[in-house]
Each structure stands twice: as structure tokens, then as C-alpha cells.
């Protein structure tokens, strides 16, 4: 008999259980953005300049450009002012004053002004237009504009560069499973979801985290519309950091400390909660930092199932990863419908000493079918099949 089939989002719908809660509405998204919008504050433009820098970097590239031109042009109207002004006082845009020299060479009007300003702070320098030594004030607005020129092109320079070097898109290659998943693992009860690097470029001092967003009433009668609860991923021992060269299953032991210690899969289905996902880590190229979030609802948790495998070893020895079944899940055969505090009543102690084992293994199943389509393929061509190893799959390491 063959695997259980594949279940893919993509190719059918999220099955509900009866009873279950309708969907609320998300407080992260699936692609990481909160959906969160700030009202009624105050003096926040006066906030949002005061930290102008920050302001520009997050600001949208459409709105940086139009920044970073108007404010080489304004500048350069603004001394191209002063200049066509100091000529203006000296006399020089009238008739020619005689043998007195004027402050500008090739200077004879407001446009005149304007490029000598564009030459100036740009440092083109045609040659033919030039400040002169009769006028100080022509010599002081000359010096003050390189220096503004300076200021001005570090500021606006660095914020492009801040914001081209920023590791937001780093996060369209990390991958998180679409959903989570509950069943067995070294015979506990683990909420299980996956998550992927799709560069070849490493992830440095990568882990994980989540938290658990739920409203809840305190003893004191408060109520807290989004209660944030740290949810254990493996912290105390190192499993939270990640080696993330292949895709990995982030596992949540469910104990009497996990906040799903008394959910069973129909509790699970009509809970009100979000699970947040958080992958943190430095990019290699840059030495940033870059944080990639996603969220899981109750109606996105898979009672039962395990994820399907993606890595498997090529003909030439190297790993290969399938992405056609990151997202994928199998029914296990097996698993209890009951809560963890519930299975750990039925079956006192540690581990699965207490209960059958089960022997149904997606892994191996798969191997055998393959097998079979090898031996069916070898007696259709002569023996002369494909290479053996073409699908020895491996279930990915998990945290």
C-alpha cells in the first residue's frame, strides 16, 4: 500500500471542523507585516522629522527620489538666489561699470547665477563662468555652498545606501510552511512548522522564536485584547539556533508549560489565538540584521499530520531540496485525538514505553513504492533502469 496522499493548500482547502471559530483577523500576516495602524497622534510629523533620517531610509523609494532631486535642485536655486543677488548689489547685471572687474565672470542674469551655482556645487567646471576676488560676499557664498553641497550629498547619499543595504528582501528568500502541523515526535505531542533559506548564502547566528497572541482577562478582571506569551521552541536547549542550509522543522514540545497542554483538536479548532512565527539572523553579504515573521491561525493547524520530505540524495552524491513538497503534509495513521495533558494521563511516564508503537513510516513507505517502480522499470528495459539513490528521500533535521 502507498503513502497517505499529500495534502497542498494550493490544490484544495483548508477542511474545518465542525464547531470551529471563524477566522479572526490577523495581527501579522503571512507575509510578515502587522496589521497595525497608528490613530489620534500626536505631532507626529513634527516626531517623524525629528528622527529624519530614520524617516527617509523607511520612506518609499517613489518619495526618496523625489527628495533626493528636489533637494539638489532647491539647493541650487537657493545659491544660484544668492549669487545673481551679490552681482545684482555689485552692479554687474547692469551696463558694463567699466574697468572695474565684477564678482562673477559670465554672470549676467538670473540663469547666469544658476548654472555658475550648478558648476559650483556639481564641480563641473566649464571654465568659462568663475567667482572672482573683488567680492568677499561672493567668495563667503561660494565656500558656503561646498560646504552645504558636502552635508547635503552625505545625508542623502548615505540614506540610499542605508536603505538599498536594508536586509527587508532578504526575507522574500526565507520561507515559512503555510501551515503548522501536531502529532508525535520521540513520543510527545509537538506543534511542528518549516522553514527554508532559498539562497545559497548562509544565514548567520540564525533562530527561532514565537509567541502566542490571544485576548485573556486577568485575575484583577483587565482585559488584554492581545496577551503576548513566549511560546518554547527549544531555547534552553539550543535547538531554537539553526543551521539553515536545508529546510528544517521548528518543533514546540507540547508539555505542562505549553500553552497547548489542554487542547485537543476540537478545542484546537475553536480556539482564539495567533501563533507568531519570528526567524532572526544576519546576512552574510552585509553582517545585518533581518527578522522574517509569518502567523498561524487555529484553522491553519494540521492535527496529525507530519510534512512531507524535500531532501533527497542526487545520483552524484549532493543533497537536493524539492520545494514541490514544502508546503505539502501526509496524514499519520495513528495519532491521538486527545490533548497532551489527556495523553499523558492515559500513558504515565516518559516516552512511548506505555502504548504500541507505531510502525507507519512516510519515509519508508516511499522508498518501497519507488523500489517497486525500480524492479517494474528494470524488468521493462532489461535491467537497465535508472541509477538506484535517485529517491532516497530524507526527512529534513529538525530544531
Known amino acids: 500500500m502507498g503513502p497517505e496522499p499529500l495534502r497542498d493548500e494550493e490544490e484544495e482547502e483548508e477542511e474545518e471542523e465542525d464547531g470551529a471559530a471563524p477566522r479572526r483577523s490577523r495581527f501579522v500576516k503571512k507575509d510578515g507585516h502587522c496589521n497595525v495602524e497608528f490613530v489620534n497622534l500626536g505631532e507626529k510629523s513634527q516626531r517623524y522629522l525629528g528622527d529624519l533620517f530614520t524617516t527617509c531610509v523607511d520612506a518609499r523609494w517613489r518619495w526618496l527620489a523625489l527628495l533626493f532631486?528636489?533637494?539638489?535642485?532647491?539647493?541650487?536655486?537657493?545659491?544660484?538666489?544668492?549669487?545673481?543677488?551679490?552681482?545684482?548689489?555689485?552692479?554687474?547685471?547692469?551696463?558694463?561699470?567699466?574697468?572695474?572687474p565684477p564678482c562673477f565672470t559670465q554672470v549676467t542674469g538670473l540663469l547666469g547665477a544658476f548654472l555658475l551655482s550648478l558648476e559650483t556645487q556639481t564641480s563641473i567646471g566649464y571654465g568659462s563662468r568663475s567667482v572672482t576676488e573683488e567680492c568677499p560676499a561672493a567668495v563667503l557664498a561660494v565656500v558656503l555652498q561646498c560646504v552645504a553641497g558636502c552635508l547635503l550629498d552625505a545625508f542623502l547619499l548615505g540614506a540610499v545606501m542605508a536603505k538599498m543595504a536594508k536586509p527587508k528582501k532578504r526575507n522574500q528568500t526565507l520561507l515559512f510552511s503555510r501551515c503548522a502541523v501536531v502529532a508525535l515526535r520521540d513520543g510527545k505531542l509537538c506543534l511542528m512548522w518549516r522553514v527554508a533559506n532559498l539562497r545559497r548564502s548562509h544565514l548567520v547566528e540564525a533562530h527561532v522564536r514565537?509567541?502566542?497572541?490571544?485576548?485573556?482577562?486577568?485575575?484583577?478582571?483587565?482585559?488584554?485584547?492581545?496577551?503576548?506569551?513566549?511560546?518554547?521552541?527549544?531555547?534552553?536547549?539550543?535547538?531554537?539556533?539553526?543551521?539553515?542550509?536545508?529546510?528544517?522543522?521548528?518543533?514546540?514540545?507540547?508539555?505542562?508549560?505549553s500553552p497547548f497542554y489542554g487542547l485537543g483538536p476540537a478545542q484546537l479548532a475553536r480556539a482564539d489565538f495567533e501563533l507568531v512565527a519570528i526567524l532572526e539572523g544576519m546576512v552574510e553579504a552585509t553582517a545585518m540584521t533581518t527578522q522574517c515573521r509569518t502567523s498561524y491561525l487555529p484553522g491553519e493547524l494540521r492535527w496529525g499530520h507530519r510534512f512531507a520530505p524535500v531532501l533527497a540524495r542526487g545520483r552524484h552524491g549532493r543533497y537536493q531540496v524539492d520545494f514541490r513538497h514544502f508546503h505539502r503534509?501526509?496524514?499519520?495513521?495513528?495519532?491521538?485525538?486527545?490533548?497532551?495533558?489527556?495523553?499523558?494521563?492515559?500513558?504515565?511516564?516518559?516516552?512511548?514505553?506505555?502504548?504500541?508503537?507505531?510502525?507507519?513510516?512516510?519515509?519508508?513507505?516511499?522508498?518501497?513504492?519507488?523500489?517497486?517502480?525500480?524492479?517494474?522499470e528494470d524488468g521493462a528495459t532489461g535491467g537497465h533502469g535508472r541509477p538506484r539513490g535517485h529517491g532516497d528521500m530524507m526527512g529534513e533535521g529538525g530544531s
Open 69 to 100: 532631486s528636489l533637494a539638489f535642485v532647491l539647493s541650487w536655486l537657493l545659491f544660484g538666489l544668492a549669487f545673481w543677488l551679490v552681482a545684482a548689489l555689485h552692479g554687474d547685471l547692469g551696463p558694463p561699470p567699466g574697468p572695474r
Open 210 to 257: 514565537a509567541q502566542l497572541l490571544q485576548p485573556r482577562v486577568t485575575p484583577e478582571g483587565e482585559f488584554l485584547p492581545l496577551d503576548q506569551r513566549d511560546v518554547d521552541v527549544g531555547f534552553d536547549s539550543g535547538t531554537d539556533r539553526l543551521f539553515l542550509v536545508s529546510p528544517l522543522t521548528v518543533v514546540h514540545q507540547i508539555d505542562d508549560a
Open 329 to 376: 503534509t501526509y496524514p499519520v495513521p495513528g495519532t491521538p485525538r486527545c490533548s497532551a495533558r489527556e495523553l499523558g494521563q492515559q500513558r504515565p511516564g516518559p516516552g512511548p514505553a506505555g502504548g504500541p508503537r507505531a510502525s507507519f513510516c512516510y519515509v519508508n513507505e516511499l522508498a518501497l513504492r519507488e523500489q517497486e517502480e525500480e524492479e517494474e
